[in-house]
């Protein structure tokens, strides 16, 4: 070690002791604060440093220099900490007890060891039957404590392996579960597949690891697996392919490599069938085949008439008006007579255009003639709003398919859907890949109507399936644009459609509007006025919770309106610590009691899916367990697994798809700049059902209207489906 001023070497000094207490362990860097007891000192001793993984009880030993904190007093300051499993009757109980091994908390900690002294390490490896000696330990508490101690040896090995090649070490579950023993032997073998493989690994954390261990820069390896990195990135912000000089311009950045390595492992990643080129784009082969899909099925839909049974239209609409009590407009009207002359329809529309007025009659007057029906939307949600507007039972989609825990849906081809017709609402959330999936499930005879707002953001996944297909031509749209008179008297809906059309919003409201925007300049002011209004004065005014029924909305995750920096304040407001409950820190964020969360990707194993919101009921430091409430059903998290679960007291307006809440507040600013656009506002602003404050600058309201351009999403879909439908062979790419 070296004097951090002069650079000369400084003399080293060590300690060797039980660690007492672990003051603080940052899982992404191994940077801990340890409170060591040393044999010879009365006074704990505190050792900073770098380490894998660190419980109390553990025997450490350092080296390093002392050096004197201002605010914390003599440290040890190392650059090398090694632990070892602890060998006292003190140290193994602490071991125990501080939370490392499932179904071991202090107090069976403190029995165990009273039971069976030093050697109960071997016990729980070696005749783990016998802990059912100890009082309250039976068989199902053996197995756990059995299973975690193994799985904690492997981990811990995987720790050290990642730390020592200069890797986080938060993400070492995840990794044990997905490759189990394997787990070093793979990473050695291909560490790129981790980044394909690991949620939360990304290219460079996995180049960072191919680095350590000698891959060469100019690799064939390292050049495949950036060029399918660059690809999946292309995916993840809304691309189904890439143009291929774009692809490869894409990876030659990412990976500081001369351009012919990277089109040599283009090459040999076409022939291998990992990617596909089709019209001058690339795809990934699951994207390729999804376009496929949707395109083929669509076309055969589209080429069939409708096989209702006779339906008097006029005699109908008198029927189901009656029905309702509630008439339908002309463009309603027509649009009914469509829709039972369609085989599939697309119906689109704002809000308060009579949408889902539209979708009730047509259901009850097919239900009427015995047509069996289903009801589905992409989120939970949505399909929640879906089914409380219609009086029938609405599911995800996941859940109308039967998503298997393996992998794959049980409904498809060889096990279709049971109904006559399918009604997928929200329809502008669906992703190329979900969509190929709902239409290889829908059975031969089957009818299907499509409804959304195709004027909002696409969906978070691959491609903008209902805009391609609306403009594709090929399929009867139903396009209504009439605000009906109790919908006029929102200024939320009246606004939104201004905005829709480029227009400024009425910003001057009266105390009973519905909607206001507060002008603020600077972000500070902005910050202060959210908190105000979601703690104190919206509650006051709408009689609501402030967790539950208001949503903070931001067009972005970073910066100071983002939200993580809304979050971290709003959770202080909403959710302060109480003293003496459990609080987590994981991945840089501080978990509590009633904290307000977020699904961020589909879980099938919990079936638990992205935009899913929940509310945190159990931290369980024993178990490492937070337990989360999603509409009523308590689903279990491992602590090592809550990067799944951000908090959700603001959230960004692209994960608000598909869902409405009691009040909305967004903050608008220039620090958006890159993200103001028409749609996205628009989209925040009709996910407000009650009351919608923006809070802000002018100047940024104004861009984001002005920006009616979003961005292009390469995909060759749209003109997939005019082919397929006049018989041409090929399609050329198009954007949407």
């Not at 089709?278 to 949707?294: C, F, N, Q, R, T």
């Amino acid at each position: 070690m070296k004097h951090e001023q002069t650079g000369k070497p400084v003399p080293q000094d060590g300690v060797a002791g039980m660690v007492e207490r672990v003051t603080f362990h940052n899982e992404e860097t191994g940077f801990s604060v340890l409170r060591v007891k040393v044999q010879g000192k009365r006074d704990l001793v505190t050792l900073i440093g770098n380490v894998a993984d660190v419980s109390a009880g553990e025997w450490v030993t350092a080296q390093g220099v002392w050096v004197q904190d201002r605010d914390h007093g003599l440290q040890l300051k190392s650059d090398f900490i090694k632990t070892s499993a602890p060998t006292s009757r003190e140290g193994i109980e602490k071991y125990l007890g501080s939370g490392l091994i499932k179904g071991i908390g202090p107090v069976y900690a403190r029995k165990l060891v009273e039971r069976f002294d030093e050697g109960v390490f071997t016990i729980i490896d070696q005749f783990s039957a016998r802990l059912e000696e100890v009082a309250g330990i039976g068989r199902e508490r053996r197995l756990k404590i059995k299973s975690a101690w193994a799985e904690q040896k492997v981990i811990r090995e995987i720790m050290v392996f990642l730390h020592s090649n200069g890797v986080s070490t938060s993400r070492a579950v995840r990794i044990y579960k997905t490759y189990g023993e394997a787990a070093i032997e793979t990473v050695r073998a291909n560490p790129y597949s981790l980044a394909r493989d690991i949620h939360g690994i990304g290219f460079k954390t996995a180049d960072t690891i191919a680095q350590k261990l000698g891959i060469p820069l100019d690799s064939i390896i390292r050049a495949r697996a950036g060029v399918l990195h660059a690809l999946v990135e292309a995916m993840d912000v809304g691309h189904c392919a890439q143009l291929r000089e774009t692809l490869v311009g894409n990876a030659v950045a990412l990976l500081g490599i001369d351009a012919p390595v990277v089109e040599e492992s283009l090459e040999r990643l076409l022939v291998d069938r990992e990617v596909i080129l089709d019209e001058g784009l690339i795809y990934l082969p699951s994207l390729h085949a999804a376009e496929v899909e949707i395109a083929t099925r669509l076309c055969a839909l589209a080429a069939r008439p409708a096989s209702y049974p006779d339906i008097d239209i006029e005699k109908a609409v008198v029927w189901v008006q009656e029905k309702t009590g509630k008439d339908l407009a002309g463009s309603q009207i027509d649009a009914l007579a469509n829709a039972i002359r369609s085989r599939v329809l697309v119906i689109t529309g704002g809000p308060g255009v009579g949408k889902t007025t539209l979708v009730n009659s047509i259901l009850l007057i097919l239900r009427a003639k015995k047509i069996k029906c289903l009801l589905c939307a992409p989120t939970g949600r949505a399909a929640k709003r879906l089914g409380e507007t219609t009086g029938l039972e609405a599911k995800t989609i996941h859940r109308l398919l039967e998503f298997q825990q393996a992998g794959g849906f049980a409904r498809g081809p060889q096990r279709p859907l049971d109904c006559d017709l399918l009604v997928a609402d929200e329809t502008s959330m669906i992703d190329v890949p979900l969509l190929s999936k709902l239409l290889r499930a829908l059975p031969e005879n089957a009818h299907l109507i499509l409804v959304g707002d195709v004027d909002q953001l696409p969906s978070v996944g691959p491609g903008a399936a209902l805009g391609d297909i609306i403009r594709s031509g090929i399929v009867p749209v139903i396009r209504l644009t009439e605000i009906f008179r109790q919908a006029a008297g929102s200024r939320i809906i009246t606004n939104a459609h201004r905005i829709n059309s480029g227009g400024m919003p009425e910003l001057d409201a009266g105390a009973s509007s519905d909607f206001f925007f507060i002008e603020r300049e600077e972000a500070e002011a902005i910050q202060t006025t959210i908190q105000d209004l979601v703690k104190s004065r919206i509650p006051k005014k709408l009689r609501c919770d402030p967790a539950h029924d208001i949503q903070v909305l931001c067009p972005m995750n970073r910066g100071s309106l983002g939200t993580r920096q809304m979050n971290i304040l709003l959770q202080e407001s909403l959710n302060p610590h109480r003293f003496g409950e459990p609080v987590v820190e994981r991945f840089g964020t501080q978990f509590r009691l009633r904290d307000k969360v977020i699904q961020t990707r589909n879980n099938y194993d919990k079936d638990v899916f992205n935009g899913d919101i929940g509310r945190i009921v159990k931290l369980d430091e024993a178990e490492r367990e937070a337990v989360i409430a999603f509409d009523g059903r308590e689903v279990a998290y491992d602590f090592n697994e809550l990067d799944e679960v951000p908090l959700a007291y603001a959230i960004t307006i692209h994960k608000s798809q598909g869902s409405e809440f009691p009040a909305v507040v967004l903050p608008l600013a220039m620090q958006h700049y890159m993200l103001l656009q028409r749609n996205l506002l628009y989209t925040g602003l009709t996910r407000g059902k009650q009351f919608v404050v923006l809070v802000g600058q002018k100047k940024a309201l104004a861009t984001a209207i002005q920006n009616g351009r979003a961005a292009e999403r390469h995909s060759a879909l749209c003109d997939r489906l005019r082919a397929r439908a006049t018989g041409m062979p090929q399609p050329k790419h198009s954007s949407a």
